[in-house]
């Protein structure tokens, strides 16, 4: 059973440029969940999707960010018109459908975003 | 929203020895405590978890003990090995948002 997959590993963007991370989640996992992590810190929440339904987006910055989970292939995290500040480390997560919303959130290998 | 404190920032242990990591969350809300383990460059990896309703787990040398009056829990590492050495995270969760801890980052001397 594959875990889940993100790609790419690193991603290079210059200033003003687009940045397209992808997550497809474990098998049979229908939650998928994006955080960030800045250097020597702890993982931020950014939003919580599910299939064709964004559910909180709370963490994620006003401008420039979006996220999607389409009914076929990965979810998209999208961040438009990049800034030095962007650059993190992006973690997807996933987890089952469950009634009662506490099932452990196995996490991705991440993507390094890097900004010149 | 949630805030997650977590202490101490680093640790180093002796090999052998028992680590202790504590958090402390803000809202009564939460319901679910998982810890995950980092090592440098890789994915954070669950190790353990807690719900609100049980007060202790143990998994092996692993155990997590919550106190919901107290909104605090801990992680317990005892026997610890080199391939310990890794940075920890706490989170609470309230409707599936992780709030994680800043992490400790453990150090296992051989």
């Known amino acids: 059973n594959a875990g889940v997959m993100q790609n790419p590993r690193h991603l290079v963007r210059r200033r003003g440029q687009e940045a397209r991370l992808r997550c497809s989640p474990m098998k049979g996992h229908s939650h998928v969940y994006w955080y960030r992590q800045l250097p020597e810190e702890g993982l931020k929440f950014m939003v919580y999707l599910q299939k064709e339904n964004i559910i909180d987006e709370s963490g994620m910055p006003k401008e420039r960010f979006s996220a999607e989970f389409p009914k076929e292939g990965p979810s998209i995290l999208r961040i438009q018109q990049v800034v030095r500040g962007d650059s993190a480390a992006y973690f997807c997560?996933?987890?089952?459908?469950?009634?009662?919303?506490?099932?452990?959130?196995?996490f991705g290998d991440g993507t390094r975003l890097s900004i010149l | 929203g949630e805030n997650v404190e977590q202490h101490p920032s680093t640790l180093s242990v002796q090999e052998g020895d028992s680590a202790v990591i504590k958090c402390t969350y803000s809202d009564s809300a939460s319901n679910y405590f998982p810890w995950y383990k980092q090592e440098l460059g890789k994915r954070p990896q669950l190790i353990i978890d807690?719900?609100?309703?049980?007060g202790e787990k143990k998994d092996q040398r692993i155990a997590v003990t919550l106190n919901k009056t107290a909104k605090h829990f801990s992680l317990h590492i005892t026997e610890t090995q080199p391939e310990d050495s890794a940075v920890y995270f706490c989170?609470?969760?309230?409707?599936?948002?992780?709030?994680f801890g800043s992490g400790t980052q453990l150090t296992v001397l051989p």
């Open positions: 989170a609470a969760s309230i409707k599936r948002q992780l709030t």
């Open positions: 807690i719900r609100s309703n049980v």
């Open positions: 997560a996933s987890s089952p459908e469950t009634g009662d919303g506490n099932q452990p959130q196995h």
